[in-house]
């Protein structure tokens, strides 16, 4: 069974007010560089929005978060969504070396 990275993000663009303003494409960072190089390591790649399930989908990230081998929070933005912060605090705190 390959080895599964869980990658912690938002979704689309996203505007980034920190010392300088800027938009950040983040589908397009997941496509061009996280998915290929987790790939490349010889991990499956997972992000929450290509996880189809049916039921409650907190219960298949909460899953996702604490089962992965390797956990990725992109946290580029000055605010992070609250919901990559508290993903990432989480993960660290279980699995430090893996997150």
Known sequence: MAQTCFVIMGFGKKTDYG??????DLDATYAAIIK????ACGLTCIRA???T?????DVKMYELLLRADLVIADI????????TSWASGTRCGRFARSS
């Open 36 to 39: 290929p190089a987790v790939e």
């Open 19 to 24: 010392e300088k303003v800027r938009t950040l």
């Open 53 to 57: 399930h049916s039921g409650v989908i």
């Open 76 to 83: 580029s933005t000055a605010n992070a969504m609250p919901s």
């Open 49 to 51: 929005d290509e996880v």
